[in-house]
């Protein structure tokens, strides 16, 4: 299972900082000039805020959560390393968090910093200290008031399916599918699949314990295609409850 997280870009968020500057009605001229006085001091990287995408193995990680007794997660393993790079706390957001063994392409994460290194260099010296599952491929610098976990506008997963006859041998295929000698007619499972996509209550498509304020969730699209021995389902919404996806890919299968 591979999630793919997109975020709202620097230009997007720029736009909403600046009518905080420019744009609200009755701001006085003292708070029109602290605003100002904090954007200045944003830009000039006092508070510098680090966008990351991430991409992982997630095999060997129990998900991505720090966790109590020692559990290696994606955020323990990455957060201190950082922190080893900038030579300061801080503290890690993600665009969402994953299962144990979920591993993922384009997972979008971002801390604060004063570290001013440019982000090539950035990425450099972060990643030169991790594990060979786990790479940054890219840093940039965002608005201040971006967050990966509130600013995502979209998320996807990919459930990967060995649908061949003979269990596969393949330490890679091993690792990331899962093996369903029935063959799958990807056919009815798309005329079902179309059953998921809109806004709607997904309650029965999630495990209890984890409760949400509403279970309402909106699904743009659900892809179901294969490849020679494979069949990829992949799903993408505004977000998802707990299981859901895992729930709704068992549905269709």
Known sequence: MVPVQRTVGREAD????????????????????????????????????????????????????????????????????????????????????????????????????????????????????LDRDLTIREVSDVAHRFHATRSAISKAYRYRIYNGKIRPSSPDILRRTRHIWAWLDIFRMREAATAFVGKQDFAAMANTGNPRETTIREIFRVDIERHFDEVHIEVEGSGFLYNQVRIMVGTLI
């Open 14 to 129: 720029w736009n909403r900082d600046r009518t905080l500057i420019f744009g609200r009605s009755g701001t006085t001229v003292r708070e029109h000039l602290l605003n100002v006085a904090w954007r200045l001091r944003t830009i000039g990287g006092m508070d510098r805020n680090a966008r990351l995408l991430i991409s992982y193995d997630g095999t060997d990680f129990h998900g991505w959560q720090t966790q109590p007794g020692g559990l290696r997660t994606v955020q323990e393993v990455l957060q201190k390393q950082i922190q080893r790079v900038v030579r300061h706390p801080v503290s890690l957001l993600a665009s969402g968090r994953t299962d144990s063994g979920v591993h993922a392409y384009g997972q979008v994460a971002n801390f604060h910093t004063s570290c001013q290194m440019e982000c090539t260099k950035l990425r450099h010296a972060i990643g030169a200290r």
